[in-house]
């Protein structure tokens, strides 16, 4: 199978050494089979709408539809919306939350990651 180079915007919400949650803005290639376990599509926000949280498991998070925005713990914050992907992989510590910016529900499709498997997430910048 010939390499894709076409991408899909995404975000990685991450943990940092101290037990805080961060994110970076990158890329995920297109065309690449990747090492999952299984999906679902999920429409609830009762309890983790605006309580902060861990993500359960190392996952995509592919949002259907509305906007969404999302703060880690030093308050910065972006905006997760359909066409982009959230890599969560902030499983420790503080966590995130989210609030809807756009639409009244938040339709999205979780695809968990296999255990030790690459996400093939490129960071925007290398530092």
Not at 6 to 24: H, K, Q, W, Y
Not at 78 to 90: K, M, R, S, T, V
């Amino acid at each position: 199978m010939e390499e894709s180079t076409a991408f899909i915007p995404a975000v990685r919400l991450m943990n940092n050494p101290d037990g805080t949650s961060t994110f970076e803005k990158g890329k995920i290639p297109t065309l690449k089979p990747m090492n999952t376990t299984a999906f679902w599509i999920s429409t609830t926000t009762e309890f983790w709408e605006k309580n902060t949280h861990v993500a359960p498991r190392r996952q995509y998070v592919a949002t259907l539809k509305g906007i969404i925005q999302f703060k880690v713990s030093d308050g910065s914050t972006f905006l997760i919306q359909p066409g982009i992907i959230l890599l969560a992989e902030d499983t420790e510590g503080f966590g995130h939350s989210w609030e809807m910016i756009e639409g009244e529900q938040w339709e999205r499709l979780y695809i968990p990651i296999a255990e030790n498997a690459d996400s093939f997430f490129i960071p925007d910048h290398k530092f």
